[in-house]
């Protein structure tokens, strides 16, 4: 499997690299960056009533992910990052210092694409996009193993799946209350 993962890694950063990519890919990832994006659009929508249970699901979704990918995943796997392993990569980006797998960023971007969608909310939409871009981000930047994005992306799935079950699970005993 690491095989596979360098030769696609390879092949992105010989063949994709170019120069305005080089400026945009870091922008685009320090959008993933402790999930700012996700957690300032969770934020956006718990202060609209309309929108509030998106927003708690989307708040849901965000806080199982960092349990479970950032709290317990990481350091059970403790896979060390493609950037460590291939030492002569010219990164763009600050070389971070946590472990490799799952990609935090793809699971947290993820989250909130799966989320949103079971929300029944159009913004799932222009989320998955800007999800993908913030994923294939981290290959670009050589910071993650395409397993690892991969992995993100099904965990993140699954966890804004639960998100919005326990949104839903909350509104029910918020409305037996009151």
């Keep these: 499997m690491l095989s596979l993962d360098f030769t696609i890694l390879n092949w992105i950063y010989d063949n994709c690299r170019t120069a305005w990519l080089d400026v945009l890919m870091p922008l685009i990832t320090k959008l993933g960056n402790a999930g700012?994006?996700?957690?300032?659009?969770?934020?956006?929508?718990?202060v609209s009533r309309k929108y509030r249970k998106t927003g708690i699901a989307l708040c849901c979704a965000l806080a199982l992910d960092i349990i479970v990918c950032n709290g317990m995943l990481k350091p059970f796997v403790a896979r060390i990052r493609p950037c460590d392993i291939n030492t002569t990569v010219d990164l763009l980006i600050t070389r971070p210092t946590d472990f490799s797998f799952p990609s935090g960023h793809t699971a947290a971007s993820f989250a909130a694409v799966s989320a949103l969608y079971?929300?029944?909310?159009k913004l799932?939409?222009?989320?998955?996009?800007?999800?993908?871009?913030?994923?294939?981000?981290?290959?670009?930047l050589y910071v993650h193993f395409p397993s690892d994005v991969i992995a993100g992306i099904l965990l993140g799935a699954v966890l804004g799946f639960i998100g919005y079950r326990l949104s839903e699970f909350a509104e029910r005993i918020w409305q037996r209350r009151h």
Excluded: G
Aim: glycine share 0%; aromatic share 16%; net charge positive.
């Design 36 to 46: 700012a994006v996700w957690i300032v659009l969770a934020l956006c929508l718990l």
């Design 118 to 121: 079971f929300c029944r909310r």
């Design 124 to 140: 799932w939409i222009p989320a998955l996009v800007l999800a993908l871009l913030i994923s294939f981000s981290r290959l670009y």
